[in-house]
């Protein structure tokens, strides 16, 4: 006998590579994967390397200087941690949502920033279609 499931159209499937997603407001988003290569740290302290335009996210306990809180979002397995000041002080452009691939460098996680990121900007990808 069949064991269905109910299909929710907001649910999103889990990506098997790590991304971070710069908000336009400058809140980075780090998917599960991205989370999980951090090991599942509370906190992240933000890096940059300007010559080669690469942030990166170090993991690190709370209480560290310099550490920004992971917040779990709402809906979805997704972390949350605020970004628009290293966004205005790098001068990282928030004009639009985007996503970008992110790789384990070491015992930090590299987002090149250099590469063609995807537009995340709701409806993006389907035109608005939400169906």
Excluded: W
């Excluded at 590579?17 to 090991?39: M, W, Y």
């Excluded at 992110?102 to 996680?109: D, K, P, Q």
């Amino acid at each position: 006998m069949p064991s269905f499931e109910e299909f929710s159209r907001h649910t999103r499937p889990k990506r098997a590579e790590p991304l971070v997603t710069i908000q336009r407001k400058g809140t980075f988003t780090l998917n599960q994967s991205a989370h999980e290569a951090l090991d599942k740290p509370e906190a992240v302290v933000l890096l940059m390397d300007v010559k080669e335009q690469i942030m990166a996210f170090r993991a690190a306990q709370p209480s560290e200087l310099n550490a920004y809180r992971l917040r779990a979002a709402a809906t979805g397995s997704t972390f949350l941690v605020s970004g628009k000041a290293f966004c205005d002080f790098y001068d990282i452009s928030m004009d639009q949502t985007r996503n970008y691939n992110a790789e384990m460098i070491g015992s930090v996680l590299a987002v090149d920033l250099k590469q063609q990121a995807s537009d995340a900007s709701r409806g993006a990808a389907t035109g608005g279609d939400e169906g």
